[in-house]
């Protein structure tokens, strides 16, 4: 769809220029304190307008104080410096913006908003809240639903005219289109789109062939290495920023299978789904993700490396879903207090916390309990390593894993299965009459029949529900929280309060020894420590 922006930029820039204006005439020159509050002014309405951000930059450094001159020490030869012009030219052809359109009910969630229906103005000065309403016709009503297009990046693979960009930008779009680097727009069909890796994969018929670009190898990366990031920050159109690899495996606690390459290269809202390249003009990430404590560009951004997502985009571009693998296991990190209570010499590997019955896992003989330390060869020093070989490992196929089991190692053989759907449980509602144990500070209830159906819990499963936990229970310190269900303790199954009570109770007496308990908390279980005096950690 294209919108004509031109009187809505006109009254802006008038709007902006007639501040600016008042703002330089409201000033004592003599007075730098003023000066400097008149200049944030006029960089404050640029910013909430969002438009004019150039002119208005460009103005407010002419005004600004001469740099200091440099001396010929601190010079740098221009020699000395690289020029991506050359990987610029071949790259980005390939680079286009993508517009999805969507319905919504919240404007501030989008990627970008189209330019015909601006933000809502709320925690915007009354004054230009007014304005803008009075130029832009605002919706009085935050619960109407509202059209909004999503502006993002996407980078083309194939001349064929297969495109990648990011799940969020297209997500639960009823019109998408792509708009190549000569203003040529595509209506693009979704072949396949996968949530876990926020990867999706477009296609467009040009009626001959495009440009495209080829993947690089994520993995020959070095921190350090100087990377291109091209994308279409709030919708201006592509744009070029340089960096370097920040640092390599970040897990910012996106989905199961985090890996990012983290970049410096300024990256802002409708840069996702763009392409970093390498120097040799190669994708070596997909731009997903910054760290932001502002909205804006910190220096912090995150890309899925290529050789995550080219498997991902190969599985959608011939099946239009992703297929991974499976085991069957509910896994935890082993922390040093676990280690100890598993006799483990290193805290390192992923501990079996749960077994889905008849699963691979289950089939292969590994169990509740088990610490799993390596994968076909690859050693395990936390679940993450194992959730990502898993996923990547032939479907049908035999896999030889290492397990910790008892004080010994063992080698175990399950046939990986292709991973199944999932729908998480949501957390109980609070039963009633619970059973008291006052010293705790928790309030206990056996696992009835009317809570295995809030829990979601099958007919067979046993244990005590943590009811309440005061804030200064001893247990606190230990990760248990209120709505978990103690289901073993010090590997034995407990299905009353007093037979949780007890061993905690003499733990606390003891001061020093420790409990192991298995905890199914939203229908996930994992271990955590009670240390009397030490504390416990759950991770």
């Known amino acids: 769809m294209h919108i004509n922006a031109g009187p809505r930029r006109a009254a802006l820039n008038a709007w902006a220029t007639a501040e600016g204006i008042w703002a330089a005439m409201s000033i004592n020159p003599s007075s730098s304190a003023q000066a400097s509050w008149a200049r944030r002014r006029i960089a404050a309405i640029t910013l909430v307008l969002g438009l004019g951000v150039a002119p208005i930059a460009c103005a407010q450094h002419n005004v600004a104080a001469d740099p200091p001159a440099v001396t010929p020490q601190q010079q740098t030869s221009p020699a000395s410096l690289p020029s991506f012009a050359d990987t610029v030219r071949n790259v980005l052809p390939a680079v286009v913006k993508i517009m999805a359109v969507r319905t919504s009910r919240a404007l501030g969630d989008e990627e970008e908003q189209d330019e015909g229906m601006p933000d809502s103005g709320q925690g915007v000065p009354p004054p230009l809240e007014e304005f803008l309403k ?27 005219g297969y495109v990648v960009t990011d799940t969020h930008v297209i997500a639960d779009a009823r019109q998408v289109t792509v708009i190549l680097q000569d203003d040529r727009r595509y209506p693009a069909k979704i072949v396949g789109q996968d949530e876990v890796s926020d990867l999706a994969l477009l296609k467009i018929d040009a009626g001959s062939p495009v440009p495209s670009v080829a993947w690089g190898d994520s993995d020959a990366a070095r921190v350090g290495d100087w990377i291109l990031a091209v994308g279409n920050p709030f919708g201006l159109g592509s744009t070029v920023s340089a960096g370097i690899i920040s640092a390599r495996g970040r897990d910012i606690h996106a989905g199961p299978y985090d890996d990012f390459l983290q970049i410096d290269a300024p990256l802002n809202r409708g840069n996702s789904g763009g392409p970093t390249f390498n120097l040799a003009g190669q994708v070596i990430g997909i731009n997903t993700a910054i760290y932001t404590p502002s909205g804006g560009s910190v220096g912090i951004g995150f890309a899925i490396p290529s050789n995550l997502a080219k498997p ?20 935890q990190d082993v922390t040093v207090d676990l280690a100890k209570s598993f006799r483990l010499p290193r805290a390192e590997g992923a501990v079996v916390v749960d077994v889905t019955p008849d699963g691979p896992a289950d089939q292969a003989g590994i169990r509740q309990g088990d610490v799993i330390l390596a994968f076909n060869g690859r050693a395990i020093a936390k679940p993450r390593d194992l959730s990502m070989s898993v996923a990547q490992a032939p479907i049908g196929k035999t896999a030889a894993i290492t397990a910790w089991r008892g004080g010994r190692s063992l080698m175990l053989a399950p046939v990986i299965a292709e991973k199944p759907q999932a729908t998480p449980a949501p957390r109980p509602a609070t039963p ?79 001061k020093g020894q420790s409990v192991l308990m298995l905890i199914n908390r939203q229908g996930s279980k994992r271990y955590i420590v009670f240390s009397p005096g030490t504390g416990g950690e759950l991770e």
Do not use: Y
């Open 312 to 331: 991902v985009i190969d599985q959608l571009r011939a099946h239009g879903r992703v297929s991974r693998g499976w085991l069957g296991v509910q896994l």
């Open 432 to 510: 009633e009459q619970p059973n008291v144990a006052a010293s705790l500070g928790l309030r206990l209830a056996p696992l009835t029949a009317k809570l295995r159906r809030e829990l979601r819990l099958p007919a067979t499963a046993t244990g005590v529900v943590v009811m309440e936990m005061s804030r200064d229970s001893p247990l606190a310190a230990s990760g248990l929280e209120r709505g978990d269900v103690i289901e073993e303790i010090n590997h034995r199954a407990v299905t009353t309060p007093q037979a949780a009570a007890a061993p905690l109770k003499e733990a606390l007496a003891a």
């Open 134 to 160: 009075r130029f832009f016709g605002l919706p009085n009503e935050p619960d109407v639903p509202t059209r909004l297009t999503v502006l993002g990046a996407g980078f083309i693979i194939d001349s064929a």
